[in-house]
């Protein structure tokens, strides 16, 4: 069994003259991950591994949320998460990191996310700024053999 975690990256900045890659999280960004983190730590979330876009918003927001497992996870960057690629191209490079079981955090961008929430439970789910959809796949990252099994969106945590 696998549990994903997918993440996407916290509101952002509009892309400067260092271009998209090194766009950075807004003070509202980093307060919504914060609350996804802290509502994160009183579940005692605990993913094996943490994988990260190479993106600056990607990262940041995976720094955040890391920040919330006990024992502490590292955040391992995976340049298949970039926001173009394809759902093979994803778990392929996580199937190369050994990841074939377990729980697993992915953080990254649409429509990518999206697409890959698609792929494993055959519904397709646009992922907010601050979002996490967990899929658990109790045969492995196989295409269809997935579900939802949880949406924490950001106005939620607000309310919480």
């Known amino acids: 069994m696998i ?24 003070p509202a ?3 919504g991950l914060e609350s996804l983190a802290a509502r994160l730590a009183r579940e005692a979330w605990s993913p094996d591994r943490i994988f990260s876009s190479p993106y600056a918003r990607a990262q940041q927001s995976a720094g955040i949320v890391a920040g919330a497992t006990a024992p502490p996870v590292a955040v391992e960057l995976l340049h298949d998460l970039e926001p173009e690629r394809e759902s093979s191209e994803v778990l392929a490079a996580l199937g190369a990191q050994g990841v074939t079981a377990g729980h ?21 789910k646009g992922l907010s700024p601050g979002m996490l959809v967990r899929v ?4 492995g990252a196989e295409q269809g053999s ?3 099994a949880l949406i924490l969106a950001p106005e939620d945590l607000e309310l919480a």
């Open 3 to 26: 549990v994903l975690d997918l993440l996407r990256h916290g509101q952002a900045d509009p892309a400067g003259p260092d271009g998209d890659r090194q766009r950075a999280l807004t």
């Open 29 to 31: 960004g980093v307060r």
């Open 136 to 139: 658990d796949c109790p045969r």
């Open 104 to 124: 697993i955090l992915v953080v990254g961008h649409q429509p990518l996310l999206g697409r890959l929430v698609g792929y494993l439970t055959g519904v397709e």
């Open 146 to 148: 997935g579900r939802i």
